[in-house]
Each structure stands twice: as structure tokens, then as C-alpha cells.
């Protein structure tokens, strides 16, 4: 059984910069993501990688997100930078054993993520 506990998320000014960190416990092999979620907002992927190490971001975190993993320590990373008013909410940690990582963070297919954290609130003002 995969375990998921975000960390790192705390009050962040405008255009500041925030880490992210996920801890794994059990099996974690397959898509590793990260998503958001505001209030009264639909559930958005941010950046994924795979077991192969190939990353995907959308557009919008391009250039200022970056997501790793140490698997020697087993933890999923989300560096954030440049950070938005908007880019407030509740992030989360996802993951699954078989989905095609890329268009599922891509496309925000959230409900095909069978595993995940509680979350971490990031406050961006």
C-alpha cells in the first residue's frame, strides 16, 4: 500500500518562492504528480514525472516549477517560484502504480490517481 504526506506549505508573498516535499512510504512505482486545488475550483495537475524520470508540466508552472524525486530517500519534490496571488490552494501529492503520467497531469485527469496525500495549504498574498 502507497502512503502520501505533503510538508513544506506555509504563507508565501506574491512572487516569492515555496518548497514542496512529499514523502513515500510503500510501493512507488509508476506516475508521481502534483495537483491544486482552490476553493471553488476544479482540481488542477501541475507537473508529473514517471518512473523513466521524464518530467511534464503545464503551461502555466513552466519555467518556474520543477519536480523531482529522490529515490534513495523516497520523496517527491516541488520546487515553486515566482509564485501568484491565483496559485493559492491546497496542493497535493498523487500517485499511481499504471496511468500514463503525461496526460494525466496535463489534462487534470485527477480521478485517475489512486493514491494520495492529505495536503499541504499554500497561501500566496
Known amino acids: 500500500h502507497v502512503q502520501l504526506v505533503e510538508s513544506g506549505g506555509g504563507s508565501v508573498q506574491v512572487g516569492g518562492s515555496l518548497s514542496l516535499s512529499c514523502k513515500v512510504s510503500g510501493y512507488s512505482r509508476g506516475c508521481m504528480a502534483w495537483f491544486r486545488q482552490a476553493p471553488g475550483k476544479e482540481r488542477e495537475g501541475i507537473a508529473g514525472i514517471d518512473d523513466g524520470g521524464s518530467t511534464y508540466y503545464v503551461d502555466s508552472v513552466k519555467g518556474r516549477f520543477t519536480i523531482s524525486k529522490d529515490s534513495v530517500k523516497k520523496i517527491l519534490h516541488l520546487e515553486m517560484n515566482s509564485l501568484k496571488r491565483e496559485e493559492t490552494a491546497m496542493y497535493y501529492c498523487?500517485?499511481?502504480?499504471?496511468?500514463?503520467?503525461?496526460?494525466?497531469?496535463?489534462?487534470?485527469?485527477?480521478?485517475?490517481?489512486?493514491?494520495w496525500g492529505p495536503g499541504t495549504q499554500v497561501t500566496v498574498s
Open positions: 498523487a500517485a499511481d502504480l499504471s496511468l500514463a503520467c503525461r496526460p494525466a497531469v496535463l489534462h487534470s485527469d485527477h480521478y485517475f490517481f489512486n493514491y
